[in-house]
């Protein structure tokens, strides 16, 4: 959900595009992660790269938290963030990932929602995110499964790529393996680390709404907006292929993430930080 301030690479600036390209994928798949998760009431979140609100407001909807604060380097995802209803108790900030602008040991829980594939240094957020968390309390993630082909829209970036077409990646793709998950939180020094799978899957009405949803997206629009007329057609004929649609002409296919939690140690070393 957060573009890190240091890649200009992919940049989320529209929240309403966000919404409808990305937030309710988040929701998904947020929704297995939260439950998985399993927190207590009343405690205190942070939400780093909470982007838009969409995973925000279902942490608020699911998890009765006594305080909600986020971070994204995007004043405008954040501004679009203000404006949900259920979000008004929630408190913004513009800020990056490796350098949390909170004091140490201030939430019981820090989650990171499609994220870490977007910081440049993830081992560097991971460690920040345990800095800000209280001794017992949870840092957790989920990601993507970007190496394993599980990102939502893969299936389109991989036929642009094959027309020869250059899309904008994120910096630390590699970051969203299952196996790299569990290495940075143990190397970040959170213990009782577990990982899991989350499989979700969304239903277009039509080929039309998947194309104008895909159009959303920071690596994908621009990059279509710069193609031959020839090559766009090709493309869309191509992908039409690959979505077969039901009797009414709904498109339904999968997507996988990968999620981690671990704890802060409740006895933390007094020279960790």
């Given at each position: ?263 802060v140690p409740k006895l933390r070393a007094?020279?960790?930080?």
């Amino acid at each position: 959900m957060m573009n890190d301030m240091q890649t200009n690479a992919i940049r989320f600036n529209n929240g309403a595009a966000y919404e409808r390209y990305m937030g309710k994928w988040s929701q998904l798949a947020g929704a297995t992660f939260l439950d998985w998760l399993s927190p207590e009431p009343t405690r205190q979140w942070l939400d780093v790269g909470c982007g838009n609100g969409a995973f925000t407001e279902l942490l608020i909807e699911r998890c009765s938290p006594a305080s909600v604060h986020g971070i994204d380097p995007s004043g405008e995802q954040l501004a679009y963030a203000r404006g949900r209803p259920a979000l008004r108790t929630a408190q913004f900030r513009v800020g990056d990932a490796m350098a949390l602008p909170y004091p140490d040991a201030t939430f019981d829980l820090a989650v990171m929602p499609l994220v870490i594939f977007f910081v440049p240094d993830p081992a560097r957020g991971i460690v920040e995110m345990g800095r800000v968390v209280r001794p017992g309390g949870t840092v957790a993630a989920y990601a993507w499964d970007m190496p394993g082909g599980g990102f939502p829209y893969e299936m389109l970036l991989a036929e642009i790529r094959g027309l020869g077409i250059a899309v904008p990646a994120p910096p630390s793709p590699d970051a969203s393996r299952m196996n790299v998950m569990q290495d940075l939180w143990a190397g970040a020094g959170l213990v009782e680390i577990e990982t899991r799978g989350i499989d979700v899957r969304r239903t277009f009405a039509d080929f039309a709404d998947f194309w104008e949803t895909a159009l959303g997206a920071p690596s994908v629009g621009p990059t279509l907006a710069t193609m031959a007329d020839d090559d766009l057609a090709t493309l869309k004929t191509r992908v039409r292929d690959r979505l077969p649609a039901d009797a009414s002409g709904r498109i339904t296919y999968d997507a996988r993430a990968n999620a981690v939690k671990g704890q802060v140690p409740k006895l933390r070393a007094a020279n960790a930080h």
